[in-house]
């Protein structure tokens, strides 16, 4: 079992850059893929990055990349989310999810296994 616990949402401004931590307990995270998802309202949940442990590759959407950065801290078992030029329609609920299956499984939620309860960050223009 893998637990994982959010921290750093809240209200932020456009244009600003705040840090999500994603805590990881229970057992190693030795070949988990640990990622970002985000939900806002009315939409589905949608990859945001990834990060295969340790030092594996990293996984963006398209959209986003160049604007958030994942990261590990494998001392620490936390993975860490950088957002950069805040846009309103960042707004959502950040979730941190982990799964341990073969390489092309990144990006689907249904792939993950370990959910943290999300963090929401809400962007004001």
């Known amino acids: 079992q893998v637990y994982l616990v959010e921290s750093g949402g809240g209200l932020a401004q456009a244009g600003g850059s705040p840090r999500l931590s994603c805590a990881a307990s229970?057992?190693?995270?030795?070949?988990?893929?640990v990622a970002w998802f985000r939900q806002a309202p009315g939409k589905e949940r949608e990859f945001v990055a990834g990060?295969?442990?340790?030092?594996?590759?990293?996984y963006y959407v398209d959209s986003l990349k160049g604007r958030f950065t994942i990261s590990g801290d494998n001392a620490n078992n936390t993975v860490s989310l950088q957002m950069n030029s805040l846009k309103p329609e960042d707004t959502a609920v950040y979730y941190c999810?982990?799964?341990?299956?073969?390489?092309?499984?990144?990006?689907?939620?249904?792939?993950?296994?370990?959910w943290g309860q999300g963090t929401q960050v809400t962007v004001s223009s």
């Open positions: 990060i295969r442990w340790s030092g594996g590759p990293r």
């Open positions: 229970g057992r190693t995270l030795s070949n988990y893929v």
């Open positions: 999810a982990a799964q341990r299956r073969a390489a092309g499984r990144e990006y689907r939620a249904s792939e993950y296994d370990y």
